[in-house]
Nanobody, 124 residues
Framework: QVQLVESGGGLVQAGGSLRLACAAS????????MGWFRQAPGKEREVVAA????????YYTDSVKGRFTISRDNAKNTMYLQMNSLKPEDTAVYYC?????????????????WGQGTQVTVSS
């Protein structure tokens, strides 16, 4: 069983930055691919970014390319999402997730464990 805890959400003005962190309860490095998802009110959950077990391969949804960076520190069992140039449309609850499958996973059905979510609100 893997427990995931997100932190770093909050309220920020458009153009600002936030850094989300996802701490895993067990050794997630090299055992789990991981990803960040978000869900805005009235919308379906969508993948934001994903990373493979070693951190050598990443994926970004088009709307965040060039603004967000996903990374992981396997020694600390922690994954990060650096979010720059934030826009009001980035407002959502952000979730981290872990997948026991190999490679980068972009569909939420491929993930086995989920965090409780952290709210990100971007004001205009």
């Amino acid at each position: 069983q893997v427990q995931l805890v997100e932190s770093g959400g909050g309220l920020v003005q458009a153009g600002g930055s936030l850094r989300l962190a996802c701490a895993a309860s067990v050794r997630a490095g090299y055992d789990y691919a991981m990803g960040w998802f978000r869900q805005a009110p009235g919308k379906e959950r969508e993948v934001v970014a994903a990373i493979n077990r070693s951190g050598s391969t990443t994926y970004y949804t088009d709307s965040v390319k060039g603004r967000f960076t996903i990374s992981r520190d396997n020694a600390k069992n922690t994954m990060y999402l650096q979010m720059n140039s934030l826009k009001p449309e980035d407002t959502a609850v952000y979730y981290c997730a872990a997948s026991s499958r190999i490679g980068v996973r972009t569909h939420d059905t491929m993930y086995d464990y989920w965090g409780q979510g952290t709210q990100v609100t971007v004001s205009s």
